[in-house]
């Protein structure tokens, strides 16, 4: 579980995140990251910390389906919430094949979305390009 200043509710982040930050597509999900996101909710106009949310549609199966792979996100993205940047905005959208997949098949995923939206990217430079 996601302790409640982690998580994204409003639409409206979701909206940002989704249309205003990076993404990182992988086979088992995308990655949205939004850095520096100000929240006009937050007390005292202190930095919120980073949050996360979840998009997993009718596509990838059942309700019962759904709710694994959701519990299965929001366990991995809670033990990687060190690893973002205060203020960000995260929105990991399951593809259908995420409700075939394990949680390392997820993890390795998701390792490899947020690695490259921080800019630690082993394959390429800081902006995504392949090194040549």
Known sequence: MLPTENRLRRRQDFATA???GRRAGRPLLVVHLRRDATDPHAPGGSTPPAR???VVSKAVGGAV???LVKRRLR???RARLRLLPPGSLVVVRALPDAGNADEAQLALDLD????????????GDAEGRVAQ
């Open 18 to 20: 989704v249309r205003r």
């Open 65 to 67: 389906q759904r709710n």
């Open 52 to 54: 996360a949310g979840f």
């Open 112 to 123: 490899a979305a947020l690695s490259r939206l921080l800019g630690r990217d082993t394959h």
């Open 75 to 77: 366990h991995l993205v």
